[in-house]
């Protein structure tokens, strides 16, 4: 059974940085696409990054392009994401998903596998 564990999230001030973990359990780690998505509320889920961790390509949303980086660790089936200059619109519920069909996308609907959320708050 496939098991997505974020972890991380936090609330911090504009400006500042935050990396979250996504543990990954169930599956083959190395053949498959994982991102990061992000839902505030009253919006619609939304890619924020994803990397195909068989060969390390990556994509990101236009909004995060430059201040945040997606990578991966196999040794531990985790992928993180690292998020610098946070600004209060990156305020969400961020998710980590999974799916077998191992290239990059960044629409929710194509994911088959979720996490239960972790909760990042920027201030300005």
């Known amino acids: 059974q496939v098991q997505l564990v974020e972890s991380g999230g936090d609330s911090v001030q504009a400006g500042g940085s935050l990396r979250l973990s996504c543990a990954a359990t169930g599956y083959p780690y190395n053949r498959v696409c994982m991102g990061w998505f992000r839902q505030a509320p009253g919006k619609e889920r939304e890619g924020v990054a994803s990397?195909?961790?068989?060969?390390?390509?990556?994509d990101y949303a236009d909004s995060v392009k430059g201040r945040f980086t997606i990578s991966k660790d196999p040794a531990n089936n985790t992928v993180y994401l690292q998020m610098n200059s946070l600004k209060p619109e990156d305020t969400a519920m961020y998710y980590c998903?999974?799916?077998?069909?191992?290239?990059?996308?960044?629409?929710?609907?194509?994911?088959?596998?979720w996490g239960q959320g972790t909760q990042v708050s920027v201030s300005s």
């Open positions: 998903a999974a799916d077998a069909r191992p290239w990059v996308r960044l629409q929710p609907g194509d994911f088959a596998y």
């Open positions: 990397i195909s961790t068989g060969i390390g390509v990556t």
